[in-house]
């Protein structure tokens, strides 16, 4: 599917499907970010009976929120992104016919979390508003060889080695007391990650993902509360793929938004 000509020369987007059909999105093709596994084990770490607001920072074309809206009936959904292209494909996704059930409860925001306070609050996202922040950030480091596609690249690469802490205090800024974070990271992101956390969120709870039980974990969730003075737990690892290559029953359960995952929540 096409969508009308849009800034910055994206011009061919594909409407996705996902969760069998329970919503949809516009996403670019041939540049920037597609939304997959990573935003449906975020939006897997919220549970169904969550009751709140929540925040999906770095939204993109709005993967994370939308899906944690479709899973939580009680839940309502600002999706946050700063890039004009990115959030404009986000407002077509939130008013997507696949999406009339839960348009109500999303809406999107033009901002950047990294900008000073003042500047956040005047676009709409003040400190303290939100029970729940979920994000997949921008976490491959400075030397990492970014993307030649601008918007990709912005998508996914840290402008310099504090980038992931900036980002991380930006969300919480955006917690109520006792509101939860949950960030999707590699593994070698966990030590900067962890030390971002330092005084702002406790209770932190580190979960690894691997693609087949005999492999290193490709991905962590990292939650953490608000206010709390808990110590760190170390969960048991999850695996998306069984030794012999099928999927895994937790993998099927993601992709159709059936999981649960025990966050700490």
Known sequence: MNSPEAPDGVVETRCDAFYDGRFALLQPVGRGYRSGLDALLLAASVPANAVGTLADIGAGAGAVGIAAACRCDGVSVTLVEKNPVMARLARDSVALPANARIAPRLQVVEADILAPRPAREAAGIGDGAFDFVLTNPPFYPGGHRAS????????????????????????????????????????????????????????????????????????????????????????PGRFLHETDGAQSAFGRDVGAGRADIAMGF
């Open 148 to 235: 030649p596609d601008p918007l990709r690249a912005e998508a996914l690469s840290a402008t310099d080695p504090e980038f992931l802490a900036r980002w991380i205090k930006g969300c919480a800024a955006l917690l109520a007391a006792g509101g939860r974070f949950v960030a999707v990271l590699p593994a070698a992101a966990l030590p900067a990650a962890l030390l971002a956390c330092e005084g702002r969120l406790g209770g932190l709870h580190v979960l690894p993902v691997h693609p087949r039980p005999e492999a290193p974990a490709v991905r962590l969730l990292l939650s953490g509360r608000k206010g709390s003075r808990a110590p760190l737990t170390l969960l």
